[in-house]
């Protein structure tokens, strides 16, 4: 996992936080970031698989200060990536809530199974 702030006491613990979600979702952590520009924190965790009816999108969990989680699709490398939902309620919720709300996304590992969905 990356990181990309200065010693911040509140980007550290987004950083404790964001790795406890990614062992919760059986991840590495190889591909995702935790960042603070200073005046708000985010970050960005890559997930394996592929939405339906975005068969060519990378699919990543989004957070942002304020607002929680969020699912979104890769764009192409010039557009931030598209939001297609947020996870309701608190804006730090238990990893394991994130995890389940995750499984809920019915990922997708492979073309063939891309393509039965159509």
Excluded: I, N
């Excluded at 509140?10 to 950083?15: D, E, K, P, S």
């Excluded at 919760?24 to 960042?35: I, K, M, N, P, T």
Aim: include cysteine; charged fraction near 25%.
């Amino acid at each position: 996992m990356d990181w990309e702030f200065d010693d911040d006491s509140a980007a550290r613990a987004l950083l404790a936080y964001v790795s406890k979600v990614t062992r919760a979702l059986g991840l590495s952590g190889e591909c995702s970031c935790v960042q603070s520009d200073g005046s708000r924190l985010g970050a960005y965790l890559a997930l394996d698989g592929h939405l339906p009816g975005f068969a060519d999108r990378d699919v990543a969990l989004l957070w942002e200060e304020g607002r929680g989680w969020a699912v979104a699709v890769e764009a192409d490398s010039a557009e931030p990536p598209f939001v297609l939902a947020r996870l309701r309620g608190p804006v730090l919720p238990e990893p394991a809530a994130v995890a389940r709300w995750v499984e809920g996304l019915d990922l997708v590992d492979d073309d063939r199974t891309l393509l039965a969905a159509r």
